[in-house]
């Protein structure tokens, strides 16, 4: 059993909320729906790397949100002048949301294909006529 009070300190004492999992999954979930929207996709279209893949890239962006965020709030820099200390951290989830996004796109792009490439494939398989006779 908590102490009274306790779990409103510990609320508390998260200072940007990017290592919060209560903070992170919402806003994860958000950008993955805003993300689909944007792109006229729906979750199904994807295979099961395409959803890992789009995870990755909101959860990295649901951070560099939230400290976007703590930066707009406390500044980026400290009393002394210096970068606050959750700046390295947050270099990392650009990047990271970065290349995320740069992998979903290839892995979107290669599974999407060409249509017509795809039909002529097609039918030169299925009804394409041995050396001139007919079928």
Do not use: W
């Not at 903070?23 to 279209?45: C, M």
């Not at 976007?68 to 406390?74: A, C, Q, S, T, V």
């Amino acid at each position: 059993m908590t102490r009274p009070g306790a779990q409103s300190r510990n609320r508390n004492a998260t200072t940007h909320g990017a290592h919060s999992e209560a903070a992170v999954y919402p806003l994860a979930t958000r950008q993955k729906r805003a993300f689909l929207r944007r792109n006229g996709l729906r979750l199904s279209d994807l295979d099961g790397i395409g959803v890992a893949l789009l995870d990755g890239y909101a959860r990295a962006q649901a951070k560099v949100i939230l400290l976007d965020e703590h930066f707009e709030r406390e500044g980026l820099l400290d009393d002394s002048g210096e970068p606050q200390p959750a700046t390295r951290f947050y270099l990392g989830c650009l990047n990271s949301a970065r290349h995320a996004l740069t992998k979903l796109e290839a892995h979107l792009r290669a599974r999407r294909g060409d249509p017509v490439a795809d039909l002529h494939a097609y039918l030169e398989a299925n009804y394409a006529e041995d050396d001139g006779e007919a079928a």
